[in-house]
């Protein structure tokens, strides 16, 4: 008897230990999953935040084009059609850029300093803001 008594404490011991490892293993899987699905929805959140039209680089047209390229500030309606404004890509008139590449080819709407250099930036390209093309064709 006080063999199987040994052996069921053994056996007991065991699988106290068994459980324990698992236990450990579920905490740090559930962690782990946690970490996941943090970093994931932060990622998608951070994706739709920059796809989001800023102030900046955003007037507003009538869809019909009723007084020409005309553009507002701020949303309403055409006050000629009474249809309600679009938003659209606000023309750029000049392009800067680093003359010494440090960001490669990354561009900025206005004039300033390189954020990684702080050289002046240079007028790389200008582009005519009536959208004119003449010259030229896309394919």
């Not at 890509?89 to 490669?104: D, F, L, N, R, W």
Request: glycine letters at 4%; charged letters at 25%.
């Amino acid at each position: 008897m006080c063999r199987h008594t040994l052996h069921s404490e053994k056996q007991n011991k065991s699988q106290t230990i068994k459980r324990k490892k698992m236990k450990q293993i579920r905490i740090i899987l559930s962690m782990a999953i946690a970490v996941f699905c943090f970093t994931a929805v932060n990622a998608q959140s951070t994706k739709t935040k920059s796809k989001a039209p800023t102030a900046d680089t955003v007037v507003y047209q009538c869809p019909m084009k009723c007084e020409g390229d005309k553009t507002y500030d701020k949303a309403g309606k055409c006050p000629k059609c009474n249809m309600n404004l679009k938003a659209v890509s606000k023309p750029v008139t000049a392009i800067y850029q680093c003359p010494m590449k440090c960001e490669g080819d990354k561009t900025y709407d206005k004039a300033g300093k390189c954020p990684k250099c702080n050289m002046n930036l240079a007028k790389v390209q200008a582009k005519n803001s009536s959208g004119n093309h003449n010259g030229h064709t896309h394919n």
